[in-house]
């Protein structure tokens, strides 16, 4: 990555100066390289912290930016801001996965699942934001009639989260609609274990027990974005702009 490489040679050309500085006066080689090698690490950590917060700072701008943009339902435009972060992915580590599960997950909400899934499929496999990401992708794997790739996503979901309901709904949900209960079952179980406090799970592990439906409208406004079922007229559903709107911040972790 550039900063990385700016980095290096800004920290290698002042202990390459300060070496032959020491060289010159004088000093020993092994007495030279010791100043110089600290130098070096001093210098590096200096720019490149210098760098990422430089980067980071006009990426929290552009996702201000595009936030404005959504929050005012002109989700188009938003996107196309968002987008324009990714000339920064080639300056710093960790950018491009983030940035993918940011604009995947905003054009998936958008109801653009052919736009979605290249980013969906790019994006990371750790934090909330990877989570909710990899949940989208699995429901457009389920949608394809994909189990093998549906369950190995939602795996990466739950894994990346544990604390993500909505991926463990999810997850349990496409499999009870397979006609894996007993699989949607282990699922549900598994999440009230990670999250044992969460009565919504309890209750749909109590349901799919006593061979009940499942009802997902307590999950509220994130489970209908997911577009797995028509969210009920009390919580707004009908189009993307409801159902965006009520839901996802564009999120950018400074590193």
Not at 58 to 84: H, N, P, T, V
Not at 150 to 173: C, H, P, S
Request: with cysteine.
């Amino acid at each position: 990555m550039i900063n990385l490489a700016i980095s290096l040679a800004v920290a290698l050309a002042v202990a390459a100066a300060l070496a032959g500085l020491f060289l010159v006066l004088g000093f020993a080689t092994w007495a030279s390289l010791l100043p110089a090698f600290i130098a070096f690490l001093i210098v590096f950590l200096g720019v490149f912290v210098f760098l990422s917060r430089r980067i980071g700072r006009q990426i929290q701008a552009i996702a201000a930016e595009a936030q404005k943009e959504l929050m005012a339902q002109r989700f188009d435009k938003g996107i196309k801001i968002l987008e324009s972060a990714f000339r920064f992915t080639r300056w710093q580590f960790f950018i491009a996965p983030e940035l993918h599960a940011n604009v995947g997950s905003l054009y998936f909400m958008t109801k653009k699942p052919t736009e979605a899934r290249p980013h969906l499929e790019k994006s990371g496999l750790r934090g909330a934001s990877a989570a909710r990401a990899r949940t989208m992708l699995a429901t457009l794997h389920y949608q394809a009639k994909d189990e093998a790739k549906m369950r190995a996503t939602f795996e990466q979901a739950v894994v990346a989260n544990k604390k993500d309901l909505i991926a463990w709904a999810a997850y349990g949900w496409c499999l009870e609609k397979l006609g894996k209960r007993d699989d949607a079952i282990k699922v549900f179980s598994r999440a009230v274990e990670a999250n044992p406090s969460e009565e919504k799970l309890k209750t749909s592990l109590a349901a799919l027990k006593n061979d009940k439906k499942l009802k997902m409208k307590s999950y509220g406004l994130e489970w209908y974005q997911l577009f797995l079922e028509h969210p009920p007229l009390d919580m707004g559903g009908g189009g993307p702009g409801g159902l965006v709107g009520g839901g996802r911040k564009v999120i950018f972790q400074r590193r």
